[in-house]
């Protein structure tokens, strides 16, 4: 007897490409049906026939509260009975653009928009037009939405300019992107010398999450920081996934480092649909009305997700809710490396802040080639077999993982037994 998830994957394919909204949830890596999910509570979800999942998912960041957290829905159901859009400025607006620039290190100016590909596109553009060049640099594993100018791979050469990784991306919009290898310090230097004075920009994920989670060398931030200033070129921290994750000023607080912009998403809105970009006043001088860099949006600033990017943001402000959260995610990445020992299985696990990494690798990787190195066969089995058990993981194993205030000890200790037993019986 097919099960509802089975049914509604099977009228999704037909009338929604891949029968989904997004690519990765369609389980083509891991394989398997997609779980349809009816409704969630804290860090638990419950799909279409009615199993209950931990979910370390939570829509891919922005649940850091966990689902439908009382405070959160109250702000919502406000916001609703009062009207869903008006095309016009409201004080929701100013305020949460108020609280962004006192929480994120250098944001003076703010504009929102409705996801993280927005934000990071316009950010790209105000790069561009900022400093009248084109070129700009990303790095291989990072991945900052699906604008046309992002959506490309590593050149043949270390230094070649990149190709299209989408159909669709001219290939001379791709030519303008030059792919490097994140954690190459050396690269990064060789690129700046030959071309610093014509980039307009360098676009990082201050702490990959896309490639599965790795993290900056030491020095390596510090190295883009340092030739960016010195070469006239803006640096972009894309902090859509660890901006208010891996702690209360992102990475920016966590490291240090300024940026000159900073584009934010997930979190932001609370689960509803946020994005923003800003960072430095003279930049963002440069965006229309003010300035010839032409940025704008029907939804933009909607008062129901401010409302719910305003009522998540206030509470994150709870005393010691970072420190708790990442002992629960280090606790959870522990466990299950003390487990896959304990039973002889090669895997590796690392957390910062509220997001983690697990690996079928015996070191957590630290670039996108050790990241090709992860046994993936192996972490589709595991995705399955913690699925079965209802856990939900992200169905990807170039994916990382979050957990939630909402998420308690008893649902890390449910976690880790149930990966205790997948271990011993897969050694
Ligand atoms: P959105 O357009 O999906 O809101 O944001 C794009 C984006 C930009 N920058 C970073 C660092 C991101 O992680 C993302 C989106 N992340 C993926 C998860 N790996 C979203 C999941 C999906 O594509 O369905």
């Known amino acids: 007897m097919t099960s509802r998830n089975e049914q509604l994957f099977a009228a999704a394919a037909r009338v929604i490409p ?20 009816a409704r969630g509570s804290g860090a638990h979800v419950w799909d279409v026939d009615g199993k209950a999942y931990i979910d370390y998912v939570g829509s891919w960041g922005p649940l850091i509260l966990g689902h439908a957290h009382p405070s959160v829905i109250a702000a919502v159901q406000q916001a609703v009975s009062e009207g869903l859009s008006f095309g016009a400025p409201t004080a929701g607006e100013v305020e949460i653009a108020e609280l962004l620039c006192r929480r994120v290190p250098g944001l ?16 790209i553009r105000l790069a561009r037009g900022h400093t009248g060049r084109s070129r700009i640099i990303k790095f291989e594993g990072c991945y900052h939405g699906h604008a046309d100018a992002l959506l490309v791979k590593a050149g043949s050469g270390a230094l070649t300019l990149g190709n299209p990784s989408s159909a669709g991306v001219p290939a001379e919009t791709a ?22 004075d014509q ?21 390596f931030l510090e190295a883009i920081r340092s030739l960016c200033t010195r070469h006239g070129a803006v640096l972009i921290f894309d902090e859509v996934m660890t901006g ?10 966590l490291f240090g480092i300024t940026a000159d912009l900073v584009t934010l998403g997930k979190i932001v809105g609370g689960g509803m649909p946020l994005g923003a970009f800003g ?16 940025q704008a949006g029907t939804l933009s600033g909607n008062p129901i997700a401010v409302a719910a990017g305003l009522a998540t943001l206030k509470l994150l402000e709870a005393p010691d809710f970072y420190m ?17 020992a304990a039973h002889g299985v090669v895997f590796s696990a690392q957390s910062i802040g509220g997001m983690f990494g697990v690996y079928f690798r015996a070191q957590p990787p630290r670039s996108y080639a050790e990241v090709m190195e992860c046994d ?17 993981l992200a169905p990807s194993a170039f994916e990382a993982g979050f957990v939630s205030s909402a998420h308690k000890s008893a649902d890390i200790e449910k976690t880790l037994a149930a990966a205790d037993q997948y271990f011993a019986q897969s050694a």
């Open 199 to 219: 980039i307009a920009c360098v676009i990082v994920e201050p702490v990959v999450g896309n490639m599965n989670l790795v993290q900056p060398a030491p020095g």
């Open 108 to 123: 003076e100016q703010v504009r929102l928009v409705s996801s993280g590909t927005e934000a990071t596109m316009s950010a």
């Open 279 to 294: 960072g430095r006043r003279d930049i963002m001088a440069s965006v229309a009305p003010l300035g010839p860099v032409y």
């Open 175 to 196: 030519a303008a992107t030059l792919v490097l290898e994140y954690n190459n310090l050396e690269m990064l230097d060789a690129a700046f010398a030959r071309d610093g």
């Open 18 to 37: 891949g029968g989904v909204n997004s690519p990765v949830r369609a389980f083509r890596s891991v394989g398997g049906t997609p779980v349809f999910f």
């Open 244 to 253: 208010f994750r891996v702690g209360p000023a992102g990475a920016q607080g």
């Open 324 to 340: 708790r959260l990442a002992s629960a995610t280090h606790a959870l990445t522990t466990g299950l490396a003390v487990a896959a």
């Open 376 to 392: 993936v066969p192996a972490f589709n089995r595991f995705f399955h077999a913690m699925l079965d058990a209802g856990i939900y």
